[in-house]
């Protein structure tokens, strides 16, 4: 063990050349040995992280498939384990940490079990220290950049039996043809951009994702064609910074909002895009979002602070005011009906009282629909890891507990407003509180459970709102 290990490395990750970005089309494959590998075999996933991470797992479970293998959701009774890692904050390793304890005990009665680490932990130079020294009796550890080889990284290890890291710091090409296992046969996550440049100062994302890779536009618009030809309603657009979308072409200038408006036309039902960065977001991707009736009225748009002062800190390149304006301006024009997300984080180094209630009464103003929030997390490498943190971990949770108490007021204000109203709902499933009722999102992104006979799965139907509540409505099949 140890002469052919490919680690991780920050220092290349943090890179950025201005090498042209290549597409490559055939490289994926696999090799006839581990062909049937999975015969009579089970796996099992466990997805920690963001949209991008499932949308991942959908790729890995498919590419386990192609090798014969079948899923399992009982890790016990699995013959492979793959967990698909989040670095995004100190809890997310913690939880990773805690489910290896408990495959350890597993393997000892089950020697044959294969268990790999996959994702964003994959590309920490520590986390893999840490593997190898405490955790060598994994089987293999594979990064965000070659899911596409996990058959030829399967191979190496079942002829070397030993553990395989096989982790490529930076990857500056986007890699097509690369199969996927989707788990909805109604709304499907399509990626259009790789990586992140933005280098938020408290963010591990651009060391563990790699420089901003756009896909072909030819490429994306062909899969929706696909997923419309199979059937689908809806498509999320993935990328860290969407709007920076189409920003690394060298040959052609195609943005963001072109790709919106071919998407649209293509006559999917429904288009959502994810994570909007307030810096890129120009008055061309509203205008096409309002003209197009299938692009949704929901927004996400994480503002991280209301402090200006914290906002530089963080390396954010836009100033409360100018997010606010930006805030009024997608209201004022997508209109009251709109719904704009945020994310937030408090107890960033150097966080005032003051900054803190700024942070509230941006929230006062902009009164989002609802709002992810966080306790800042150092994470190793990163530049605010370095900034003196003076706030106690008390203050900390008495600051998110405040937030998210306004937060609350303002999603349960959102949903009262739309009692009464009808409003389209793509009916995705039985719901988890209620086995009598069925469970979709509106197209702005709120949750309803709705009295409805099972026959509607899979259907956007009108459903009038009879109950809010804070993170969900109730309502009624309305035809
Ligand atoms: N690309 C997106 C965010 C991706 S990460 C964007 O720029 O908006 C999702 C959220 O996790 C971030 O918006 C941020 O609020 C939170 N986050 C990221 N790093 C964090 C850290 N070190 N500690 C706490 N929260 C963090
Ligand atoms: Fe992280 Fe900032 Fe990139 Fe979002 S934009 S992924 S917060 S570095
Ligand atoms: Fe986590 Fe990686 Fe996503 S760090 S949030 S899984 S990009």
Request: charged letters at 30%; one cysteine or more.
């Amino acid at each position: 063990m140890g002469d052919n290990m490919l680690k991780p490395n920050f220092k290349e990750a943090k890179k950025r050349t201005k090498e042209d970005i290549k597409v490559l089309r055939n490289e994926y494959k696999i090799p006839n040995d581990v062909k049937n590998l999975g015969f009579n075999k089970k796996y099992f996933i466990k997805t920690y992280g963001c949209q991008m991470n499932e949308h991942d797992s959908e790729m890995i479970s498919a590419i386990l498939e192609d090798m014969k293998y079948t899923r399992t959701d009982d890790y016990e009774n699995s013959d492979l384990i793959i967990l698909n890692t989040c670095a995004i904050r100190e809890n997310a390793h913690n939880k990773t940490f805690g489910m290896l304890g408990r495959i350890k005990h597993l393997k000892q009665k089950k020697p044959g079990l294969m268990v790999g680490l996959a994702g964003c932990m994959s590309q920490e130079e520590s986390v893999v220290e840490q593997i190898i020294s405490k955790y060598g009796w994994m089987d293999f550890v594979f990064g965000t950049h070659n899911i596409h080889k996990l058959p030829e990284i399967l191979k190496e290890h079942i002829t070397s039996k030993e553990l395989e890291v096989n982790v490529w710091s930076n990857e500056g090409n986007v890699i097509e043809g690369i199969p996927f296992k989707r788990d909805s046969k109604y709304k499907a996550w399509v990626n259009i951009m790789y990586g992140c440049d933005k280098f938020c100062t408290y963010c591990i994302v651009p060391f563990t994702r790699g420089k901003q890779r756009s896909r072909m536009p030819e490429d994306i618009i062909n899969e929706v064609r696909e997923l419309i030809k199979k059937g689908y309603m809806e498509v999320t657009l993935l990328g860290q910074n969407v709007n920076a979308y189409g920003k690394d072409f060298t040959n052609r200038t195609y943005r963001m909002e072109n790709l919106l408006e071919d998407v649209a036309k293509t006559g999917i039902k429904r288009i959502r895009f994810i994570t909007s960065h307030p810096w890129d977001f120009t008055d061309k991707m509203i205008d096409v979002i309002k003209r197009y009736d299938n692009i949704c009225n929901y927004i996400h748009l994480p503002v991280q602070s209301g402090s200006s002062t914290i906002l530089k800190l963080m390396g954010r390149r836009y100033t409360k005011e100018s997010y606010i304006e930006l805030y009024n301006k997608i209201r004022d024009k997508l209109g009251e009906n709109c719904s704009i997300t945020t994310d937030i984080i408090v107890g960033f180094p150097g966080e005032t009282k003051t900054d803190f209630e700024d942070t509230l009464k941006l929230v006062k103003k902009c009164k989002f629909d609802s709002a992810f929030t966080f306790i800042y997390s150092p994470r190793e490498g990163t530049p605010a890891a370095k900034m003196k943190d003076n706030i106690t971990k008390q203050e900390k949770e008495q600051r998110l507990y405040k937030l998210n108490e306004v937060i609350n007021k303002y999603s349960k204000e959102s949903n009262d407003k739309l009692v009464g109203k009808v409003i389209p709902v793509l009916l995705e499933n039985v719901s988890e509180k209620d086995s009598t009722m069925l469970a979709g999102y509106s197209d702005t992104m709120k949750l309803v459970n709705v009295k409805a006979d099972k026959k509607y799965i899979g259907q956007i139907v009108n459903v009038k709102i009879t109950d809010a509540k804070t993170w969900s409505l109730d309502g009624e099949i309305n035809e």
